[in-house]
Protein backbone atom coordinates (compact mmCIF):
# COMPACT_ATOMS: atom_id res chain seq x y z
CA UNK A 1 0.00 0.00 0.00
CA UNK A 2 0.85 3.65 -0.68
CA UNK A 3 -0.24 6.58 1.32
CA UNK A 4 -0.40 9.92 -0.05
CA UNK A 5 0.04 13.59 1.01
CA UNK A 6 -1.02 16.73 -0.82
CA UNK A 7 0.36 19.78 -0.57
CA UNK A 8 0.67 23.90 -1.75
CA UNK A 9 -3.12 24.40 -2.68
CA UNK A 10 -4.18 28.03 -1.38
CA UNK A 11 -5.74 31.23 -2.68
CA UNK A 12 -4.55 32.90 -5.82
CA UNK A 13 -5.60 35.63 -8.10
CA UNK A 14 -6.43 34.88 -11.98
CA UNK A 15 -3.87 34.59 -14.33
CA UNK A 16 -1.12 33.39 -11.38
CA UNK A 17 0.60 30.45 -10.66
CA UNK A 18 0.97 27.41 -7.76
CA UNK A 19 3.07 24.28 -7.47
CA UNK A 20 1.33 21.48 -5.98
CA UNK A 21 3.17 18.58 -4.32
CA UNK A 22 1.87 15.38 -3.36
CA UNK A 23 4.36 12.85 -1.28
CA UNK A 24 3.88 9.20 -0.97
CA UNK A 25 5.33 6.61 1.16
CA UNK A 26 4.47 2.82 2.03
CA UNK A 27 5.64 1.83 -1.10
CA UNK A 28 7.83 1.69 -3.87
CA UNK A 29 7.13 5.09 -5.41
CA UNK A 30 8.55 4.54 -9.00
CA UNK A 31 6.31 1.52 -9.51
CA UNK A 32 3.57 3.67 -10.02
CA UNK A 33 1.83 5.94 -12.14
CA UNK A 34 0.93 9.02 -10.40
CA UNK A 35 -2.55 10.96 -11.15
CA UNK A 36 -4.20 14.22 -10.41
CA UNK A 37 -7.85 14.61 -9.99
CA UNK A 38 -10.45 17.60 -8.47
CA UNK A 39 -13.33 17.53 -7.61
CA UNK A 40 -15.24 21.26 -7.75
CA UNK A 41 -18.61 21.90 -4.81
CA UNK A 42 -21.49 20.10 -6.83
CA UNK A 43 -19.27 18.23 -9.61
CA UNK A 44 -17.75 15.25 -9.97
CA UNK A 45 -14.09 14.33 -9.70
CA UNK A 46 -12.24 14.77 -12.69
CA UNK A 47 -9.08 13.93 -14.25
CA UNK A 48 -6.42 16.02 -14.86
CA UNK A 49 -3.10 14.74 -15.16
CA UNK A 50 -1.41 11.76 -15.08
CA UNK A 51 2.26 10.42 -15.39
CA UNK A 52 3.61 6.77 -16.11
CA UNK A 53 6.42 5.19 -13.67
CA UNK A 54 9.63 5.98 -16.20
CA UNK A 55 8.60 9.84 -17.17
CA UNK A 56 8.07 8.91 -20.17
CA UNK A 57 4.54 9.91 -21.07
CA UNK A 58 1.95 12.08 -19.35
CA UNK A 59 -1.67 13.24 -20.61
CA UNK A 60 -3.83 16.13 -19.60
CA UNK A 61 -7.41 17.16 -19.87
CA UNK A 62 -8.29 19.12 -22.49
CA UNK A 63 -9.49 21.92 -19.54
CA UNK A 64 -5.58 22.38 -18.60
CA UNK A 65 -3.76 21.10 -21.45
CA UNK A 66 -0.74 23.64 -21.78
CA UNK A 67 -1.45 25.43 -18.78
CA UNK A 68 -0.72 22.60 -16.22
CA UNK A 69 2.46 20.08 -16.37
CA UNK A 70 2.76 16.95 -14.25
CA UNK A 71 5.82 15.61 -12.96
CA UNK A 72 7.50 13.74 -10.73
CA UNK A 73 11.16 13.17 -8.31
CA UNK A 74 11.25 9.54 -7.82
CA UNK A 75 14.57 10.25 -5.27
CA UNK A 76 12.02 12.45 -3.33
CA UNK A 77 9.12 10.36 -3.68
CA UNK A 78 7.12 13.03 -4.75
CA UNK A 79 4.99 13.80 -7.94
CA UNK A 80 3.84 17.56 -8.65
CA UNK A 81 1.02 19.47 -10.76
CA UNK A 82 2.71 23.28 -11.85
CA UNK A 83 -0.09 25.00 -12.54
CA UNK A 84 -0.04 28.18 -14.65
CA UNK A 85 -2.67 30.47 -15.97
CA UNK A 86 -5.45 29.81 -13.60
CA UNK A 87 -8.83 30.51 -14.50
CA UNK A 88 -11.55 30.67 -11.31
CA UNK A 89 -12.77 27.62 -13.07
CA UNK A 90 -9.52 25.95 -11.72
CA UNK A 91 -11.15 26.26 -8.41
CA UNK A 92 -11.37 22.70 -6.40
CA UNK A 93 -10.19 20.39 -4.08
CA UNK A 94 -6.83 18.70 -5.99
CA UNK A 95 -6.24 14.98 -5.48
CA UNK A 96 -3.13 12.80 -5.66
CA UNK A 97 -3.98 9.15 -7.33
CA UNK A 98 -2.08 6.17 -7.47
CA UNK A 99 -3.34 2.83 -9.20
CA UNK A 100 -2.33 -0.52 -8.32
CA UNK A 101 -0.97 -1.71 -11.18
CA UNK A 102 -1.06 -0.86 -14.95
CA UNK A 103 1.25 -1.58 -17.81
CA UNK A 104 3.89 0.72 -18.62
CA UNK A 105 2.32 2.02 -21.66
CA UNK A 106 -1.43 2.67 -20.17
CA UNK A 107 -2.12 5.96 -19.24
CA UNK A 108 -4.83 5.35 -16.49
CA UNK A 109 -7.13 8.51 -16.84
CA UNK A 110 -10.34 7.69 -15.07
CA UNK A 111 -11.31 7.87 -11.14
CA UNK A 112 -11.96 4.15 -10.63
CA UNK A 113 -8.72 2.93 -12.10
CA UNK A 114 -6.80 4.27 -9.11
CA UNK A 115 -6.62 2.72 -5.72
CA UNK A 116 -4.71 4.89 -3.60
CA UNK A 117 -5.59 8.74 -3.04
CA UNK A 118 -4.79 11.76 -0.73
CA UNK A 119 -6.84 14.09 0.88
CA UNK A 120 -6.97 16.87 -0.95
CA UNK A 121 -5.34 20.27 -1.01
CA UNK A 122 -7.60 22.70 -1.71
CA UNK A 123 -7.08 25.51 -4.92
CA UNK A 124 -9.20 28.79 -4.85
CA UNK A 125 -8.76 31.05 -7.81
CA UNK A 126 -10.47 34.34 -7.40
CA UNK A 127 -11.44 36.73 -10.33
Known amino acids: QVQLVESGGGLVQAGGSLRLSCAASGGTFSRYHMGWFRQAPGKEREFVAVITRSESKTYYADSVKGRFTISRDNAKNTVYLQMNSLKPEDTAVYYC????????????????????WGQGTQVTVSS
Open 97 to 116: AAPKGGSSWYLPRTRYEYDY
